[in-house]
């Protein structure tokens, strides 16, 4: 571990964001040029003494979670990430190993939409993040651990809980397009990767998906026009609008209603209310 080039390179990029960049207020004048140690540590959801004594050459070895998360907390790329795990003296995550770094481009955009449900998922469909109005509506999945943070596979080995959110009739619909998706994903990251290791537990596990994978479909599918149902709300209809990350790894999925629709006051509802009292009962 390089304490002194840790330290110097995180305080050199908290010093080039600015506030607008990872989604908050300028609030009051500032004495120093971009975000406080605070922010930092707000996002990455650490103690700002454990922050601070980091930039202070005090701190002990980060682990590699919380690298995940100051790299995502100051907005790195990918090349910035494995040189922030070289300096922590951790080993560099492989690339097309799980997704744990969320791509820049899609957080900029992402920090700027709060008044409508948008995630960033992988391309194995693995929720990376998601605001509140998205885990109000399809329940809390960042927080989840192992296979559960897939998609596939809560739909495939899950249903009692995951299909409640769509509905009876757009079932098939749906189960076709995630294994089609999950197969553009095996394509591309081969056999031996994470792709194939979901692909063969789902397939131990799931005999529909077993079925479905036998079609041989390939397909990445986001943009749609989708009814998603919520317990407290009803059914509210909503426009898939995907931005993807150039190797189309990583997706933003913003899901928007009809201006001056239903919908639209449903999902006001939802965030007026908060996801406290939906997202237990949207799991």
Same mark, same amino acid.
């Given at each position: 571990m390089d304490r002194e080039a $840790? =330290?110097?390179f995180l305080r050199s990029r908290r010093e080039k964001l600015q506030p607008a960049d990872v989604g908050l207020s300028e609030g009051v004048r500032r004495r120093a040029p971009g975000l406080r140690r605070e922010e930092v540590a707000q996002l990455a959801l650490m103690s700002t003494d454990y922050y601070t004594r980091l930039e202070q050459q005090r701190g002990p070895q980060p682990s590699t979670q919380m690298l995940a998360s100051l790299a995502r907390a100051l907005r !790195? &790329? =990918?090349d910035e990430r494995d040189y922030l795990y070289r300096m922590a003296g951790h080993a560099v995550p492989d690339r097309m190993g799980p997704a744990g770094h969320v791509a820049p481009? !899609? $957080?900029r955009v992402f920090d700027r939409l709060s008044d409508t449900p948008a995630l960033v998922i992988s391309t194995l469909g693995e929720t990376l993040v998601q605001n509140s109005l998205a885990a109000a509506l399809l329940g809390d999945h960042v *927080? =989840? &651990? *192992?296979?559960d943070r897939y998609e596939p596979w809560r739909w495939f080995v899950r249903p009692e809980t995951e299909r409640l959110h769509y509905p009876e009739s757009d079932h098939p619909r749906h189960s076709r397009a995630l294994v089609a998706g999950l197969r553009a994903a095996y394509g591309s990251m081969g056999a031996s990767s994470q792709a194939g290791e979901l692909v063969a537990e789902l397939a131990r596990r799931s005999a529909e998906f077993g079925e479905l994978w036998e079609r041989q479909e390939v397909a990445q599918r986001f943009a749609d026009h989708k009814v998603l149902l919520h317990p407290e709300v009803g059914a509210i209809e909503v426009d898939c609008q995907v931005l993807f990350t150039e190797d189309r790894s990583q997706a933003l999925l913003v899901l928007t209603p009809e201006p001056r629709s239903e919908a639209e006051e449903k999902i006001r $509802? $939802? *965030?007026v209310l908060g996801m406290q009292q939906f997202s237990g009962a949207a799991r």
């Open positions: $840790l =330290a110097e !790195l &790329t =990918a481009p !899609l $957080l *927080g =989840a &651990t *192992g296979w $509802l $939802l *965030g």
